[in-house]
């Protein structure tokens, strides 16, 4: 069959090179791309929103499968645009509908699915501009630090843990009268903070069945030991070496059932990645955040260790038929680590030569935030590219993909050398 990814980064390099190892996939297309899928598949130069443009090239080129990589075509419809359309219905899209891509697009549709199905989480109260003055008291009956989500879709840096109560409300009154993070923070979502450590859960769901996929944690502030500003992620590790199986059970049991339950009892239509984001305390797992899509740099970590054929998976996800199949993961860690551009994630430069990548033995290079020039790759984002590589243990692979970074260079590259520091022994 003929398989489209939409998006552009990291993540969408990995299921180029994992889709492209299946012999169900005929002729492969990414949209739009980038230098690293541009070796596996061949690139479109289409916006992910632009729906009437990969309508257009999804006909062109008989495209039976579109697997959506980022959250914004998601939250606004395109699963629903291809049901709506008599000429694209036949096509398979691996990624949740408009109701239901929601539990990302809106903070405050997820808690209050979170509430309803009662799947434990964070004490909270969503605010408006007309509701500043309650939302201060609010934030005055919470202990430090506080927690402030936009409400909307912000590229993962529309939240804010502060310390102090005065910036909290400063922060507060600049999120819905300012307009800080433009319409996502038109509404914004308060919540207790939760002290415990992080981690993130993958689920594979055809609407009814699920499948559990190796969990992760990324790393997402710019710098040494999770200081310094949020990024889109860092680098990650999967699998988490304190996920055993009695919280992997509870995790299950309390969270990935009753939502999978949830979607079906509030009706939303659901074939794709379920990405739960989740914090451990006292061995007790509560839901931070729902994505509808995989995660991003956890995908290059989780990919790598699924052995399965994943078209498979997908055809089983579009049949509804997921409980048929069975996913096996490579026992192995895997390790990721991301290389940004100088500056990153305030003001950087890009056009910056990328050289030493066909020095790379030992680890999986995926491009991101880099093109392919006349035969030079450059930069062109913040997160430029990362290195994934395996091992027997953390340590291990992670001292391989430090290893294989001293071969790759670009000016002022920038990239943590600290990646799963909290979890060595």
């Known amino acids: 069959m003929n398989i489209l990814i939409l998006g552009a980064g990291g993540r969408e390099h990995a299921f180029a090179w994992k889709i492209s190892q299946s012999p169900l996939c005929k002729e492969l297309f990414v949209a739009p791309g980038n230098s690293g899928t541009s070796t596996l598949a061949t690139n479109l130069n289409i916006s992910v929103t632009d729906f009437e443009g990969i309508k257009k090239h999804v006909l062109v080129y008989k495209i039976n499968m579109v697997v959506v990589g980022p959250e914004d075509p998601l939250v606004e419809g395109i699963h629903d645009f291809f049901l709506n359309d008599i000429e694209l219905n036949h096509v398979a ?100 903070f939760l002290d415990g450590i992080e981690l993130s859960c993958f689920v594979l769901t055809d609407g009814k069945n699920y499948k559990i996929l190796p969990t992760a944690k990324d790393y997402k502030r710019i710098g040494e030991g999770d200081k310094g500003l949020n990024t889109g992620g860092m680098g990650a590790i999967s699998p988490v070496p304190f996920a055993g199986p009695v919280l992997l059970s509870k995790i299950e049991n309390r969270i990935i059932k009753p939502t999978i339950d949830g979607l079906v009892k509030d009706n939303l239509p659901y074939k794709g990645f379920i990405f739960i984001g989740l914090i451990v305390v006292d061995n007790e797992p509560l839901v931070i955040e729902y994505n509808v899509r995989m995660g991003d740099p956890e995908t290059e970590a989780v990919l790598p260790r699924i052995k399965t054929d994943l078209v498979e998976v997908f055809q089983a996800i579009d049949n509804e038929s997921l409980d048929e199949i069975q996913i096996e993961i490579d026992p192995q860690t895997a390790v990721t680590v991301m290389l ?72 002022a590259m920038n990239y943590r050398t600290d990646i799963g520091f909290d979890l060595q022994e």
Do not use: C, W
Not at 96 to 122: D, M, N, V, Y
Not at 124 to 147: D, I, R
Not at 353 to 380: R, Y
């Open 340 to 411: 940004v551009s100088g500056g990153y994630p305030e003001a950087y430069e890009k056009g910056k030569q990328i050289t030493g990548l066909e020095d790379i033995k030992e680890s999986m290079v995926f491009h991101a935030g880099a093109k392919n020039v006349a035969g030079t790759i450059l930069t062109s984002g913040g997160r430029v590219m990362t290195v994934t590589s395996y091992g027997d243990d953390l340590r291990s692979a992670l001292k391989t993909s430090y290893k294989s970074i001293e071969s790759i260079r670009f000016e």
């Open 93 to 192: 899209v691996i990624g949740p509908q408009k109701a239901a891509a929601q539990l990302e697009g809106s903070k405050e549709f997820a808690k209050e699915f979170l509430l309803r199905h009662e799947i434990p989480t964070a004490a909270y109260k969503s605010f408006t501009k007309k509701s500043l003055e309650q939302g201060y008291l609010f934030l005055e009956s919470l202990k430090a630090p506080y927690v402030l989500k936009a409400d909307g879709l912000a590229a993962g840096k529309g939240v804010l843990i502060l310390s102090d109560i005065n910036e909290a409300k400063e922060e507060l009154k600049s999120m819905l009268v300012d307009s800080k993070f433009g319409e996502a923070s038109t509404k914004v979502v308060v919540e207790e």
